[in-house]
């Protein structure tokens, strides 16, 4: 097998462990903090629930550029390494938790050493043939979704099965192991010799320098309002589903399946439109996906039942299937040679800030405006984006070409 196909199924593995990992906690998290760290208040477990899941996110938030920085300058296998075997040790501890802050700090820590997945899309795009990109980026794509969808869903049957502490003891050993096989197997030709030549910028300097080139200010905003987007309706859907079934027979279920059906859409058309771009570029894929994402958030708050809800959120899976990779592969296109770890992990910033603002705007609008209201705004945001986005790629590289002329 070619290298770079080696890597990309290793790395796949991997990025489904971490997404998995992070995830798996969300449907026992409050129960955890009730029956074994000793919380019996009810607003006291919500409110802790809030913070503890928000925390990672804060986290690697702030500290995503750093670790770009320093793949950079050290290689894109190192930092991947580095992340996978401390969040191993890390998810590992919060087994041996004794209170919520310690729980707490330690999902801080975890976020703190992240950058697993800004070290794959890095990685993968330094070793993929520019003429398989997309399809590398699609696949990888559909290794984070299906972690994302099936994390909970693990995380409810060990729960079941096992308990809640040895969760955090199986996760941590489960990325170890992903962690070692990327050690033995994935390759990259990295020069540290030539890298260390290359001028050394502070993070806020390398962050200037990029904004220097419009196109990737267009690409973080994309993936920003992607996240916002999609996680703003998410805490208001089980309410949503339930005003639309009209009782509480096999609420959970629909709710959950609607909450997760946009992934499972998401996960199948990953690769098919990342293999799509590689033959008709990228751009349109990325335009069409916008102005398609954005469109389908429109009907979501004009459905009258909970089976047209289903069909509208399984179509803006379709859609959003197409952003991220090719998100991904026109950021390794226009970042600047030396800088292409540095413009993942703002990307992957950017990809927080929309995890941790999305729920909480959309549960103040949807105060004044309802569900339907959070849904407009995304579709609004969206479109918006679509046309900042054919303005700074389509027409600049338009321009290009008759400058070139």
């Known amino acids: 097998m070619e290298q ?35 919380l019996t208040d009810e607003h006291e477990i919500a409110t802790w629930a809030g913070v503890i899941f928000a925390g990672n996110f804060v986290t690697s938030f702030l500290f995503q550029p750093l670790w770009g920085k320093l793949a950079d300058r050290y290689g894109r296998k190192v930092m991947l390494l580095r992340s996978g075997f401390g969040m191993a040790i890390v998810i590992t501890l919060m087994g041996f938790a004794t209170s919520p802050l310690h729980l707490l700090l330690l999902r801080m820590l975890n976020g703190t050493i992240s950058g697993f997945s800004p070290a794959s899309i890095s990685l993968i795009s330094a070793t993929t043939p ?27 049957l060990m729960a079941d099965a096992f308990g809640f502490r040895p969760i ?25 010799k030539e890298a260390a030549r290359a001028p050394q910028v502070s993070v806020l300097q390398g962050l200037r320098e990029l904004n220097h080139v419009p196109q990737i200010n267009a690409l973080l905003a994309v993936t920003f309002l992607i996240q916002f987007a999609m996680l703003a309706p998410m805490p208001l859907i089980p309410l949503y589903v339930q005003e639309l079934h009209g009782s509480t027979e096999n609420l959970a279920f ?21 293999r799509l771009s590689d033959r008709i570029g990228p751009h349109r894929i990325l335009g069409v996906a916008l102005v398609g994402a954005g469109l389908m958030f429109i009907p979501q708050a004009l459905v009258g039942s909970v089976w047209q809800l289903l069909i509208s959120r399984f179509l803006l899976g379709i859609f959003l299937g197409g952003l991220i990779p090719t998100v991904n592969a026109l950021i390794r296109l226009h970042t600047p040679d030396g800088m292409e770890a540095r413009a993942y992990s703002f990307n992957t910033s950017m990809l927080a800030l929309g995890n941790m603002s999305g729920p909480i705007i959309g ?14 705004l995304s579709a609004f945001l969206l479109l918006l984006n679509a046309l900042w986005v054919r303005r700074s790629l389509y027409d600049r590289k338009r321009q290009s070409v008759v400058g070139g002329k």
């Open 168 to 192: 955090f003891y199986i996760t941590g050993a489960l990325l170890f192991s992903a962690s070692l096989l990327a050690l033995l197997t994935v390759k990259e030709p990295f020069d540290r």
């Open 254 to 274: 629909l709710a959950g399946f609607v909450g997760s059906v946009t992934g499972l859409s998401n996960m199948i058309a990953s690769p098919l439109l990342g």
């Open 363 to 376: 549960g103040l609008l949807s105060g004044w405006t309802g569900i339907e209201g959070v849904f407009y």
């Open 4 to 38: 770079w196909k080696v890597n990309l199924a290793v790395l796949w593995c991997g990025q489904f462990l971490v997404l998995a990992g992070m995830t798996m906690i969300i449907p026992f998290l409050s129960l955890y903090l009730q029956q074994d760290l000793g």
């Open 130 to 156: 520019k003429d398989r990109v997309g399809f590398a980026m699609g696949t990888l794509q559909s290794g984070s979704i299906a972690g994302t969808i099936l994390g909970p869903f693990i995380g409810g």
